[in-house]
């Protein structure tokens, strides 16, 4: 659970939450929620898959690169 800010030891200005490869959240709680946000401001759930187009030639990564 992330509470509000300010609420108990709360403390944050905003929260990024970004998966690293494939994730799934699953589960069976009954009468609760597995992700459980209590009054929180300012939450970003990026699930964004990014795909990168290019090709390797000769041990050479010859395509988009991150920034």
């Given at each position: 659970?992330?509470?509000?800010?300010?609420?108990?030891?709360?403390?944050?200005?905003?929260?990024?939450?970004?998966?690293?490869g494939v994730r799934t959240i699953s589960g069976n709680l009954p009468d609760?929620?597995?992700?459980?946000?209590?009054?929180?401001?300012?939450?970003?759930?990026?699930?964004?898959?990014?795909?990168?187009?290019?090709?390797?030639?000769?041990?050479?990564?010859?395509?988009?690169?991150?920034?």
């Amino acid at each position: 659970m992330l509470n509000a800010s300010g609420s108990g030891s709360a403390s944050y200005t905003s929260v990024l939450i970004v998966p690293v490869g494939v994730r799934t959240i699953s589960g069976n709680l009954p009468d609760q929620s597995l992700l459980a946000l209590n009054g929180a401001d300012n939450v970003t759930i990026d699930g964004l898959e990014v795909v990168h187009f290019g090709r390797i030639v000769g041990g050479i990564w010859y395509g988009d690169q991150d920034s």
